[in-house]
């Protein structure tokens, strides 16, 4: 599929509007700030995409100036960030939703909203956890080491399985790579 680069948010909506009901992917280019190459921003293109119901996907480099992002018309099984439904709802007020964008957000599940990881309210490892990491002082100290959106994403990680026995090897694999000076990746 080829990479289309659009100067300005304007130029994307333009082709949005003539071929959001027509096409089911679009492969998106940037040009990075130091290339002095017009592009619109990542922002602006998903503010453009909600507009229409379609959605980002998965970012690509090209070359050292420019990358691309998949974007696809947005089932209504999608996840929606916080974020995004915020996006909306602004876009809705500036009266720039399309009708086909106000039934893709019409048609979301609440139970598929803002449900990452660093959308939830902090999660913390249970007393016993704490005391099993604890056990490995090595493993512990290289753990709060980390960036704190790292341990927000494996307490998660750990603490979200259902079974306790899933919990529990959850918590070892993450005290023995700790152990190891590794992350999980």
């Known amino acids: 599929m080829k990479v289309i680069f659009f100067p300005t948010q304007t130029e994307f909506r333009k082709w949005l509007k003539k071929y959001h009901a027509k096409e089911n992917e679009l492969l998106v280019g940037y040009y990075k700030v130091g290339s002095n190459k017009p592009s619109m921003t990542w922002s602006q293109s ?41 996006k909306v709802e602004e876009l809705i007020n500036s009266g720039l939703m399309t009708p086909t964008g106000q039934k893709a957000f019409d048609l979301r599940k609440e139970n598929r909203s803002g449900i990452y990881a660093h959308e939830k309210e902090p999660v913390n490892l249970s007393l016993n956890y704490v005391k099993q990491f604890k056990l490995n002082k090595p493993a512990w100290k290289f753990f709060n080491q980390q960036a704190p959106s790292y341990r927000k994403v ?15 090897s959850r918590l070892e694999k993450t005290i023995v790579i700790s152990g190891q000076h590794k992350r999980m990746e």
Not at 63 to 71: A, L, N, T
Not at 154 to 168: D, F, P
Request: charge should be positive; aromatic fraction near 10%; proline fraction near 2%.
């Open 154 to 168: 494996m307490v998660h990680w750990i603490m979200s399985a259902k079974q306790e026995k899933t919990r529990l």
């Open 46 to 86: 998903v503010d453009q995409a909600l507009c229409f119901g379609w959605i980002d996907g998965v970012r690509r480099s090209i070359d050292k100036e420019s990358y691309c992002i998949r974007f696809t018309p947005r089932k209504s099984t999608s996840i929606w960030s916080t974020i995004n439904i915020r």
